[in-house]
Each structure stands twice: as structure tokens, then as C-alpha cells.
């Protein structure tokens, strides 16, 4: 809605309003346009957007009090849409994301062309080369840590127990699962919470990489690591 966007650009400064990206700019007026995704295709959550918004107001230098005077209406007028909760519910929440995005060293990362929301990209806006190069380097990180069974000995007639993937790689995902709760207890967004176990090594239970899906899939088995 274009209210927001003016209300938007009255809290930047002038020298601020190259920073307004296309991606942002359509988010702000447009909200998730839900016909840009298939029926296959994982759709962000409102948090997702908050939380993508707030990192841009903080990466351009906008104070955690302008920012939250201005997201709290944007989120409840326009995210309200893509969510199941009570306005009072977003009011909270919005305030919570934007305490946690101010206070931890969560960088703002557009993915260019294959930002999550599927919002308008441009390759003249100010800030594509770094983006683009940022995230080829963390495509090109996911690729290296691509998943290889460990090699496990030989049966020597001796005794030696073969262990199961899942007993192999038990430990480090018990600590991925602590990694899991203390963001979940944060508010951090699931892809962010993917994005952050996977540029760490963690493997899942079976020692493949984090997705979405699978995160998803854990959450539901343990009822105490949900939102």
C-alpha cells in the first residue's frame, strides 16, 4: 500500500532514499504476492518479512525506534494477510523480531534474483553486485559441504560394529537440535535458522544438509521446539 511507502520515505533521509531497493520498495507497497509462488514452492511467513525489513532498516542505519514505529502498522495492515494471528498477536511479535534483529549480528542478505519473496530485483540497483557475490559465496559454500557417507571399516571377524547413518551422526545433530531451540527462543526466522546450521557444518540425522522441509519435519517431532 502506497501509505506505508510514504510513510517510509518521510523517515529516511534524503541521502537514505537510494537505499529504498526495488525489493523492498515492492514489498512495502505490495506485501507477499502470492501469484508468484506454485503450489510447490515454499512461501515465506510473516515473520520471514519482518524480519527481512528490519535487517534493511538496521544495514541502512535507521534506529530500532523508527523502525518499530513504522513496522508495526505496516505488519499489522498488510502481513495480517498472510497470517493466522490476532493484531494484538502481530503488534508483539513484530516488536520481538526487531529487539532480536537490532541485538544480534543477523547481516541483511538479499539473494538478488533469488530473494526468498520473489519481489522485484533490479541489476541497477546499488547494492546488486555485493548481494549477487554474497550469495554465489554461500551457494558455493552449501555445495562444498555436500553429504558423503563416512567411510566405515571393514569387518575384520574381530568384532567391529558397523554404526547406522543416523547413530553416526547422532551427537552433532542433538547439538543442532540446541542450535534449533535457543533460535526457535529467539524468533528467528526457519530459513534463517536453516541458512545459519548449514554455513555452521551441522548435519541432520541422517548427515545430509538442512532445508526448509526438514526443519519443518523436525519441529513437528518435538513439540517443544515449536513456534
Known amino acids: 500500500m502506497r501509505v506505508h511507502l510514504n510513510r517510509l520515505k518521510r523517515i529516511l533521509r534524503e541521502s537514505d532514499e537510494k537505499y529504498l531497493f526495488p525489493c523492498i520498495e515492492d514489498l512495502v507497497t505490495n506485501g507477499l504476492n502470492s501469484a508468484r509462488f ?67 549480528d543477523v547481516s541483511f542478505e538479499c539473494g538478488c534474483e533469488n530473494n526468498i519473496f520473489k519481489a522485484s530485483c533490479d541489476q541497477n540497483c546499488p547494492v546488486y553486485e555485493e548481494m549477487s557475490d554474497k550469495y554465489k559465496e554461500r551457494k558455493a559454500r552449501a555445495a562444498k559441504r555436500s553429504y558423503e557417507p563416512e567411510r566405515q571399516p571393514k569387518h575384520c571377524g574381530v568384532g567391529i560394529e558397523r554404526l547406522s547413518v543416523k547413530e553416526t551422526y547422532r551427537d552433532q545433530f542433538e547439538k543442532a537440535l540446541e542450535v534449533v531451540q535457543e533460535h526457535v527462543g529467539k524468533g528467528v526466522s526457519k530459513q534463517d535458522i536453516v541458512t545459519f546450521l548449514n554455513d555452521r557444518g551441522f548435519k541432520t540425522r541422517t548427515g545430509r544438509n538442512w532445508t526448509y522441509s526438514i526443519l519443518q519435519s523436525e519441529l513437528k517431532k518435538w513439540p517443544d521446539l515449536k513456534y
Not at 523502525?67 to 490476532?86: A, F
Open 38 to 104: 506454485s503450489t510447490e514452492d515454499h512461501r515465506p511467513s510473516r515473520q520471514d518479512i519482518t524480519q527481512y525489513l528490519a535487517a534493511w532498516l538496521r544495514h541502512i542505519g535507521i534506529s530500532a525506534d523508527d523502525c518499530r514505529d513504522w513496522m508495526i502498522e505496516y505488519c499489522v495492515d498488510v502481513l495480517s494477510t498472510i497470517s493466522s494471528s490476532s493484531n494484538s498477536q502481530i503488534r508483539h511479535s513484530t516488536k520481538s523480531n526487531i529487539k532480536y534483529i537490532y541485538k544480534s
